[in-house]
């Protein structure tokens, strides 16, 4: 039964890593000092932003997934599946960062909601403690650089 477990987790992870973007663009934030650059993966459809960072055992330094969703709107986000804690960065329509989020992996249920206090049309999530780390705040304006 274990090795069937483990088989279906290998097939499920190579499924969800080959329908996820893996295009070497870059967020940079611009923190007032510094530009922060961050290499993301694009989450664009419906399947992407579903399982995100899902199943991660860990997410290199300065790395992170970008969603993009077709509408500025309240976006809400859950930790089910997700095995590290995570910054989630919510971003408007016009590049501001508009509420942020510190996320810890949901261990059962029911998970924790995590909902934007503003309409948001991008999130990123990051490593848990990024933003401290860096000094990224509301209002900090967002590059997409590609």
């Known amino acids: 039964m274990k090795k069937i477990y483990v088989i279906f987790c290998i097939i499920f992870v190579t499924i969800f890593l080959t329908n996820c973007k893996q295009i070497s663009n870059q967020v940079l934030i611009d923190n007032g000092k510094n530009l922060i650059k961050i290499n993301v993966e694009i989450a664009d459809d419906n399947k992407g932003r579903m399982y995100g960072l899902m199943f991660r055992g860990n997410l290199d330094e300065n790395s992170g997934m970008l969603f993009v969703f077709d509408d500025e709107d309240n976006q809400t986000f859950w930790m089910k599946n997700t095995l590290i804690p995570l910054d989630i960065i919510f971003i408007s329509k016009d590049m501001k960062i508009v509420d942020?989020?510190?996320a810890t992996?949901?261990?059962e249920d029911p998970c924790s909601l995590y909902m934007s206090s503003k309409p948001a049309k991008y999130v990123l999530e990051v490593n848990g403690n990024?933003?401290?780390?860096?000094?990224?705040?509301i209002d900090d304006k967002i590059i997409l650089n590609q």
């Open 130 to 137: 990024f933003t401290i780390k860096n000094n990224i705040k």
């Open 105 to 107: 992996p949901c261990k």
């Open 100 to 102: 942020i989020k510190s």
